[in-house]
């Protein structure tokens, strides 16, 4: 059985180097990109989407979805630790007012696999509010193809 992520090395556990793999196969499914630019194995792989200047999160599929990971960018833009993380209902990172908001892009993720163009607000543990834009936002499908949760990436963010 594989280890719990430690606070310090979560891309070093085999739960999250296989979860890299599922967010980068599920990219490229959708998109036809890939999550970096060179190949790596699957232990570098993760490591470099955890150090990645970009933000990645993804949650899993439960009828509330729960955070169930998030690189090095996301931990420090949404100020979490990695065990705060990944216990969050995702909802709970965008304020009341904008859930609804949410909610209507995650059934158009569903529907349709992607999108490339989503902004939106959203808000840190500490309340602080930022506007993410141009995120892609995709279904994450295991290795039979069967949805798994989504996953979001995004590089520009601006504090309110």
Known sequence: MASPPTPDAPWRTDIVIAHSQLLARSL???????LLPENAGPAKLAEKIFRAPFVL???GTEPDPVLNYGNAAALALWE?????????PSRLTAEA?????????LAAVSARGFIDDYSGIRISKTGRRFRIAQATVWNLLDERGDYSGQAAMFSR????
């Open 28 to 34: 490229k499914h959708w998109t036809g990109r890939g």
């Open 57 to 59: 999160v993804s949650h």
């Open 80 to 88: 979490m630790s990695w065990a705060e993380l990944t216990c969050t």
């Open 97 to 105: 007012p904008n859930r609804a908001e949410r909610a209507r892009l």
């Open 157 to 160: 963010w601006e504090f309110l």
